[in-house]
């Protein structure tokens, strides 16, 4: 497992953006396939957002294609989540994740199958 820290939540006004960071410990981060997750009080867990070992691949779910954009460093051993016209339906925790895939290219949807979670960061976008 690596041990992850997030950065970067906050308070923004709706059509504003935040960037978020996760800062990854750990030699072996090139290794893992990462991921954002948000959540709201008495719901589930959501998917947001997953990006390959290698960074090549990334996948968003309708709600936030063509306003989030998630990519990584892997000698700076660090993943991004640079999130443009914010609406208040994005205020939520969002929690970073990484976990093990077989092949570079793969990327992980399910928040069952990563290992590695951060702590959170608050996102509040006011409309």
């Known amino acids: 497992q690596v041990q992850l820290v997030e950065s970067g939540g906050g308070l923004v006004q709706a059509g504003g953006s935040l960037r978020l960071s996760c800062a990854a410990s750990?030699?072996?981060?090139?290794?893992?396939?990462a991921g954002w997750f948000r959540q709201t009080p008495g719901k589930e867990r959501e998917f947001v957002t997953a990006?390959?070992?290698?960074?090549?691949?990334?996948y968003y779910p309708d709600s936030v294609k063509g306003r989030f954009t998630i990519s990584r460093d892997n000698a700076k051993n660090t993943v991004l989540l640079q999130m443009n016209s914010l609406k208040p339906e994005d205020t939520a925790v969002y929690y970073c994740?990484?976990?093990?895939?077989?092949?570079?290219?793969?990327?992980?949807?399910?928040?069952?199958?990563?290992?590695?979670w951060g702590q959170g960061t608050q996102v509040t976008v006011s409309s």
């Open positions: 994740a990484a976990g093990r895939t077989l092949y570079s290219g793969d990327y992980i949807i399910k928040a069952d199958q990563y290992d590695s």
């Open positions: 750990g030699r072996t981060f090139s290794m893992y396939a």
């Open positions: 990006i390959s070992r290698s960074g090549r691949i990334t």
